[in-house]
């Protein structure tokens, strides 16, 4: 147990990515770590590192001031008192361990928040930099601290996300004019900033900031940008303008752009600069796309045919056609031999037809393009169309590309237009390849049979597979269905079935526990996650 809390606690912090500020699992167990905090010396430091790692606001912060500094009136808390210098004192120390800030919005998360007073009362007595070794920011627009964003930008920030409310109307100007202000300043407040987004509903004015986002680049000094998120303008003077200057940044890795919806991407792209310049995006791996359908999509990737692309994700918003699929698989596999991760995702409106014509769906010689060069590590369709595959289409696909490691065809139900079926001894047929060369971890499915097959004592096992999504009709008995799909595969630590019984919420615990007894402590990979519930639960039990 020792050991797993070591290991916990001294796990290696990743670089600040872009994540989800409203996931609610949090990273690490609050109660165990504050009562490892409070209990052990040798882990108090480690320990009170983890708890104050992210925060949603500054409340917990006020509340380790002294009791008569705060007071607390329903969900909003205020200062009721001028400050002393010694109210400040467990504030700046835990301020300190602060490194992930996400001001979301409060009512949403249900969370306690500071009055508008008391960002005024603050910012007069601390000035600038409350946060001084933060890391990573999300601001987003209704959150109550949005327009004091800029007191916690530090010359060590490194993620900076930005969701301001972009209407028509004139109400949120000051919005607007607050990020414009953060951007006009970002070079100097933050010269190692790595990743920058700037996300918000698809408006008209909305292209204002990405004109400030294109003079921000041209007049200040951001040359440690890895990461950029933004909309295209809609112009094509300032698109060519945009591009010009993100092709100039030499650690540009990863791009996320969204087109604006009165935009016609064909001249956007079309009139830029780097269709054939071989100077531009060198190094370039990710690229993520916002298009209305697959003709723009194309038009776009021209713009990075020099970059070494290794990630791939477009997601559209039109009604789907199968052939322009089968197109755009082709065109991908022949520009870019070293993608790994694909991503195709298509989100229709209302009003779209989601069914598509009777025996129109996507067929194993569509597919094939994306195996020709057995890089592939991740296969992610999330299309409302169905797929003509079987299970020795899908251990093909695997054999194709020995180091996949996810599999997701999110797809309509394929049974109404076609024979071939996928079912569960696709495990079974998984499990015949040789066991150094399967590296699947991940597996989604639209299963069509969900029938148990009979098996035997000597079955063999999937073991690198970790997550398995079973998607398909429901099931009247979920419990010996996972039974079923655990022999084959024993090494599983999330499974989705179809039920329409749910399964037992002890039944997770009890297993949790018998994975934590049996395995290895140093196969973090297989004991971190059932380590940490069997310890929060233990920790519980003693309490009791």
């Known amino acids: 147990m020792v050991l797993l809390i070591i290991d916990f606690l001294y796990e290696d912090e990743k670089p600040p990515e872009i994540e989800d500020p409203y996931d609610d699992s949090p990273p690490y167990r609050p109660s165990s770590t504050v009562a490892l905090a409070l209990t052990c010396h040798a882990f ?54 602060i490194k992930d800030l996400r001001l979301v919005t409060d009512w949403k998360k249900g969370l306690e928040y500071l009055s508008n007073q008391c960002y005024t009362d603050l910012m007069m007595f601390l000035g600038r930099q409350w946060l001084p070794n933060l890391l990573s920011i999300y601001s987003y627009s209704e959150a109550f601290a949005f327009g004091y964003t800029p007191v916690y930008i530090t010359s060590c920030l490194r993620s900076l996300t930005l969701h301001p409310l972009v209407n028509d109307n004139d109400d949120d100007d000051d919005e607007i004019l607050c990020t414009v202000s953060i951007m006009a300043a970002l070079p100097t407040l933050a010269p190692q900033l790595t990743h920058l987004s700037i996300v918000g509903p698809q408006k008209n004015s909305s292209s204002d900031i990405s004109e400030h986002v294109i003079k921000m680049l041209q007049h200040g000094d951001l040359g440690q940008l890895q990461h ?61 796309i916002y298009v209305t359908d697959l003709d723009s999509a194309r038009t776009a990737m021209k713009t990075f045919c020099s970059s070494p692309l290794s990630r791939i994700y477009v997601d559209l918003e039109s009604p789907y056609d199968v052939k322009s699929i089968g197109d755009f698989f082709e065109e991908l596999a022949t520009r870019y031999s070293s993608l790994r991760d694909i991503k195709v995702l298509l989100a229709p409106g209302s009003d779209d037809d989601v069914s598509g014509p009777p025996g129109d769906c996507i067929s194993m010689a569509q597919l094939t393009p994306l195996f020709r060069h057995g890089n592939l590590q991740t296969l992610e369709l999330d299309i409302p169309c169905p797929v003509d595959l079987d299970d020795a289409a899908i251990k093909d696909i695997v054999m194709c590309c020995p180091h996949l490691r996810t ?55 999937v073991s690198s597979l970790k997550t398995l999504d079973v998607g398909g009709p429901s099931v009247d008995d979920p419990v010996e269905l996972e039974s079923y799909i655990r022999k084959i595969c024993p ?30 402590v140093r196969k973090k990979s297989r004991t971190k996650r059932f380590a940490r519930a069997f310890f929060d639960t233990f920790s519980k039990v003693v309490h009791l």
């Open 407 to 461: 599999l997701r065809l999110d797809c309509i139900d394929s049974e109404p237009y076609q024979e071939a079926a996928i079912t569960l001894g696709v495990l079974s047929m998984l499990a015949t390849i040789h066991k150094p060369r399967l590296e699947l971890e991940c597996l989604s499915l639209p299963f069509t049979v969900m029938a148990p097959l009979e098996t035997d004592g000597d079955y063999k096992v």
């Open 491 to 520: 090494n599983l630590t999330d499974l989705c079935l179809p039920s329409s019984k749910p399964i037992p919420e002890y039944a997770p615990l009890l297993q949790a526990s018998v994975h934590v007894l049996q395995s290895p």
């Open 228 to 288: 950029l998120e933004c909309e295209l303008p809609s112009s094509c003077d300032s698109t060519k303008a945009l591009l010009g200057q993100l092709g100039s940044l030499s650690l540009l890795k990863s791009l996320n752009i969204y087109s604006h919806r009165n935009a016609d991407l064909d001249q956007l792209f079309g009139c830029n600069a780097f269709t054939s310049e071989d100077s531009a995006f060198l190094a370039l791996t990710s690229v993520q």
């Open 44 to 97: 108090c430091d480690h320990a009170l590192a983890r708890v104050w790692h992210t925060q949603f606001n500054l409340v917990n912060l006020v509340k380790c001031m002294p009791a008569d500094a705060w007071v607390q009136n329903a969900g909003e808390v205020s200062f009721p008192r001028y400050f002393m210098p010694e109210d400040f004192t467990r504030f700046k120390y835990y301020a300190s361990l």
